[in-house]
């Protein structure tokens, strides 16, 4: 079993920062690209950040220059650093990751459950 644990969301006024992780647990092998994706309310999901195994980070148009995404692959855990965040934030984070389970065949997509971020003008 793998699982997907995020933690770090919160409210914060515009301009604050807030970091997200999210750490992988259980029969993980390998793990291979990890995003950020995020959900407004009344929006479509949003690919946010990406990041491969050996870096190449790479950012949606409106998070570029404020938002980072960086990975620990010792800990099985990505991070995304929010900065300057404005109310157009507001929504909830999950992250992915491809992973490649402890005996398998092939990597699969795996989600986290989501935190809530909410930007305040």
């Known amino acids: 079993q793998v699982q997907l644990v995020e933690s770090g969301g919160g409210l914060v006024q515009a301009g604050g920062s807030l970091r997200l992780s999210c750490s992988a647990s259980?029969?993980?092998?390998?793990?291979?690209?990890m995003e950020w994706h995020r959900q407004g309310p009344g929006k479509e999901r949003e690919l946010v950040a990406t990041i491969g195994r050996l870096g190449s980070p790479d950012y949606a148009d409106s998070v570029k220059g404020r938002f980072t995404i960086f990975r620990d692959n010792a800990k099985n855990t990505v991070y995304l650093q929010m900065n300057n965040l404005k109310p157009e934030d507001t929504a909830v984070y999950s992250c992915?990751?491809?992973?490649?389970?402890?005996?398998?065949?092939?990597?699969?997509?795996?989600w986290g459950q989501g935190t809530q971020v909410t930007v305040s003008s």
């Open positions: 259980g029969t993980v092998s390998r793990i291979y690209d």
């Open positions: 992915t990751m491809d992973i490649m389970p402890t005996g398998g065949r092939r990597s699969s997509p795996f």
